[in-house]
Nanobody
Framework: QVQLVESGGGLVQAGGSLRLSCVASGGTFIAYSMGWFRQAPGKDRKFIAAINWGGDTTYYADSVKGRFTISRDNAKNTVYLQMNSLKPEDTAVYYC??????????????????WGQGTQVTVSS
């Protein structure tokens, strides 16, 4: 059983940056592909970014491509989401997810096996 804990959310002005972290415990971190999702108020949870176990394969939603970067440090059991050029529409609760199957991460929020509790990101205009 993998436990995931996100941190790094907060309030930032439009154009600013934040870095989210997600620390995993209770499992073999390198066995898992990792992803970030977000859920805005009144909307469905949506895929943002994914990274495979080795960190050499990543994939992004079009809405964040070129602004967000996913990375991982397997020695620290941590996955990161660097968010630059933030926009008010990026406001949401951000969740990290883990699954042994990279394709499950890409398939959307109903496919990933493990989830964190979420961290709030608010971007003011």
């Amino acid at each position: 059983q993998v436990q995931l804990v996100e941190s790094g959310g907060g309030l930032v002005q439009a154009g600013g940056s934040l870095r989210l972290s997600c620390v995993a415990s209770g499992g073999t971190f390198i066995a898992y592909s990792m992803g970030w999702f977000r859920q805005a108020p009144g909307k469905d949870r949506k895929f943002i970014a994914a990274i495979n176990w080795g960190g050499d394969t990543t994939y992004y939603a079009d809405s964040v491509k070129g602004r967000f970067t996913i990375s991982r440090d397997n020695a620290k059991n941590t996955v990161y989401l660097q968010m630059n050029s933030l926009k008010p529409e990026d406001t949401a609760v951000y969740y990290c997810a883990a699954d042994t199957n990279y394709r499950h991460i890409l398939s959307g929020p109903n496919s990933s096996n493990y989830w964190g509790q979420g961290t709030q990101v608010t971007v003011s205009s």
